[in-house]
C-alpha cells in the first residue's frame, strides 16, 4: 500500500497550479507515496504546522521561525517576489511615513507579509482580518489601510484603493535586490533522510511538469481564481510559479536568512534560524 503524505496548501491560484499533477491522476510519478491536499488558508497552515500533523506543508518564512525545529524547508515550491511582493494599500491616499501608528488589516501574524510591514513600520495598529476580506474592509473606511496578499496584490485598483508601499519594492530597495521571500514547502523532519529525498524529487517535478504544461495547469488554478479572469490568473501565476519556485537560488536562499535574521534582531521572532534547504541543486 502507498504511503499517504498530507500536502497542505493554500486556495490559491498558484498553489493550485503547482501540485496538479499530484492530484491523481498519474501525470508525475509519485512512487510509493498517494498525495492527500489539505487545502486551507495559509495562516490557517502557519497555525497548523505548530502541531506538525501535515507531512508537507506551504508555510510562512516567518512561521518557519517558529518551527524550524519540526520542519526543513523544501529548495523547491518557494514563493518570492521579485521586486514586488505584499502591498499596503488605503481608501485615500496616503505616503509610506505615515504608516506609524495607523489601524491596518493584516492578513494574520504569523504571514510573511505582516512580519515585513513590522520591521518597515514599527508601531502601527493591527487589526487581523481574514485574507480575502482586507480589500473591501479598506474600501470601506472600516480601517485606514491593508496588507494585502495573493491576488488581492493586482485587483486592489478595481475598488479605488490607493498603493502605499510594495513591501517587496521596499526590501530588495534596502537588500541590494534581493527578492523577499515570502511562502516556501516545508517537510516534516521526522520522515528520515530516505522518505525526505524522495519526497523533495517528487514535489519538484510536479512543478517542473505544470510549467512545462502551462495551459492544462492554468486551467486547474482557475478553479481557485476567485473572479480572476485567465490574463490576470495566468499574471499572478507567473509571479509565483516560475525558475524560482524551482530553486530558491543562492540569493533566494541568502535572502531568507537576511529576513529572519533581521527578525530577530528586532525581537520579532523568538530566537535566531539558520534554515535548512532540502534538495539544493549540487
Same mark, same amino acid.
Given at each position: 500500500m502507498p504511503t499517504t503524505i498530507h500536502l497542505g496548501h493554500?486556495?490559491?491560484p498558484d498553489d493550485a497550479f503547482m501540485w496538479f499533477p499530484l492530484l491523481g491522476e498519474g501525470l508525475v510519478d /509519485?512512487?510509493? $507515496?498517494?498525495?492527500?491536499?489539505?487545502?486551507?488558508?495559509?495562516e490557517t497552515l502557519n497555525r497548523r504546522a505548530a502541531t506538525g500533523d501535515l507531512e508537507v506543508t506551504a508555510l510562512s518564512i516567518h512561521a518557519y521561525a517558529h518551527v524550524a525545529d519540526r520542519y526543513a524547508l523544501l529548495n523547491?515550491? &518557494? /514563493?518570492?517576489?521579485?521586486?514586488?511582493?505584499?502591498?499596503?494599500?488605503s481608501r485615500e491616499p496616503l505616503a509610506a511615513d505615515d504608516l506609524a501608528g495607523r489601524r491596518i488589516a493584516i492578513p494574520g501574524d504569523m504571514t510573511s507579509a505582516a512580519l515585513?510591514?513590522?520591521?518597515h513600520t514599527p508601531g502601527f495598529l493591527p487589526d487581523i482580518q $481574514?485574507?480575502?476580506?482586507?480589500?473591501?474592509?479598506?474600501? /470601506?473606511?472600516?480601517?485606514? &489601510?491593508?496588507?494585502?496578499?495573493?491576488e488581492g496584490q493586482i485587483t486592489y485598483e478595481n475598488l479605488g484603493l490607493h498603493k502605499v508601499v510594495d513591501l517587496g519594492e521596499w526590501w530588495a530597495g534596502r537588500t541590494g535586490g534581493?527578492?523577499?521571500?515570502l511562502g516556501g514547502n516545508a517537510i516534516r523532519r521526522d520522515l528520515g533522510e530516505e522518505a525526505i529525498t524522495e519526497l523533495a524529487a517528487i514535489l519538484e517535478s510536479s512543478i517542473h511538469y505544470a510549467?512545462?504544461?502551462r495551459p492544462a495547469a492554468l486551467a486547474h488554478a482557475m478553479r481557485y481564481g476567485r473572479d480572476l479572469d485567465e490574463g490576470l490568473a495566468?499574471?499572478?501565476?507567473?509571479?509565483y510559479v516560475n525558475d524560482r519556485t524551482l530553486d530558491y537560488g543562492d540569493d533566494g536562499r541568502r535572502s531568507v536568512c537576511q529576513f529572519l535574521d533581521e527578525a530577530f534582531e528586532l525581537g520579532l521572532i523568538p530566537r535566531r534560524v539558520e534554515p535548512e534547504f532540502i534538495g539544493v541543486p549540487q
Open positions: 493554500s486556495p490559491d /509519485s512512487g510509493d $507515496y498517494r498525495f492527500e491536499h489539505v487545502i486551507q488558508d495559509i523547491a515550491g &518557494a /514563493s518570492m517576489g521579485e521586486g514586488y511582493g505584499p502591498l499596503v494599500v515585513a510591514l513590522r520591521m $481574514y485574507f480575502e476580506a482586507i480589500p473591501a474592509i479598506v474600501a /470601506s473606511g472600516e480601517v485606514e &489601510a491593508g496588507l494585502l496578499i495573493h534581493l527578492p523577499i521571500p510549467l512545462g504544461h495566468d499574471r499572478f501565476v507567473a509571479m
